[in-house]
């Protein structure tokens, strides 16, 4: 079984503040995917990174892949109550979409 | 939109019932998914199925299993439950033609 470690694991910040989540493994990965989830929700995809070195832009979230696509980071600035919500990160080893995932990162970000 | 639909979001069941989570996808997806979700262990996958009738098994398949008669529907069965199977599920799909899994909204199962 392939690991992904994420880190950290719990974040509570205020409102205007930066942050960044990484995503890291031993392995290599075909593709990586970024998902956000609210409580009660299924998660929601963010993006897909595929091609390393490759950085994807989404409003204030940004988005980094690794040069050896072995790692990922996102980095969300002036945090908002609204990004409040579980991050996870997702890895595709197989390039058959098994993912294995993260353990995730809980964001909280106070007014 | 595409949507995936999980069709009980709580249920309640005793030990040693047979529970049956059903999930449905209107996007003609090949690729079904079942995996569950625990606190401070993340999302576990637990079947995946490539086609009707396929089933491959994930990182805990122990004590479920699968049934995908159709395309569009994909069955996780707990054959007796028990309590360490108490647990968010969630079931996911993917199409070949693009790279985005889509998830429904999970299914919130607790064995007493």
């Known amino acids: 079984t392939q690991l992904l470690e994420q880190s950290p694991q719990f974040l509570s910040i205020q409102e205007g503040e930066n942050l960044t989540v990484y995503c890291n493994s031993s392995?290599?990965?075909?593709?990586l995917q970024w998902y956000r989830q609210e409580p009660g929700e299924g998660p929601v995809l963010l993006v897909t990174?595929?091609?390393?070195?490759e950085v994807k832009k989404l409003k204030r979230l940004t988005f980094q892949f690794g040069d050896a696509r072995k790692d990922s980071s996102l980095h969300i600035t002036a945090a908002q109550p609204g990004d409040t919500g579980l991050y996870l990160c997702?890895?595709?080893?197989?390039?058959?979409?098994?993912?294995?995932f993260g353990k995730g990162t809980m964001l909280l970000v106070s007014p | 939109d595409v949507k995936v639909t999980q069709s009980s979001r709580y249920l309640v069941k005793r030990t040693g019932e047979k529970v049956f989570l059903e999930c449905v996808q209107d996007?003609?997806?090949?690729?079904m998914f079942w995996y569950r979700q625990d606190p401070g262990l993340g999302l576990r996958l637990i079947y995946f199925?490539?086609?009707?009738?396929?089933?491959e098994k994930g990182d805990i398949p122990e004590g479920y299993s699968v049934s995908r008669e159709k395309k569009e529907r994909f069955s996780l069965i707990l054959e007796s439950a028990s309590t360490n199977q108490t647990s968010m599920y969630l079931c996911?799909?993917?199409?070949?033609?693009?790279?985005?899994?889509?998830f429904g909204e999970g299914s919130w199962l607790t064995v007493v």
């Open positions: 997702a890895g595709d080893f197989s390039g058959y979409s098994t993912l294995t």
């Open positions: 392995s290599v990965f075909s593709s």
């Open positions: 990174v595929v091609t390393g070195g």
């Open positions: 996007m003609d997806h090949e690729n």
């Open positions: 199925s490539y086609d009707v009738k396929m089933k």
């Open positions: 996911a799909s993917y199409g070949t033609a693009g790279n985005t899994i889509y």
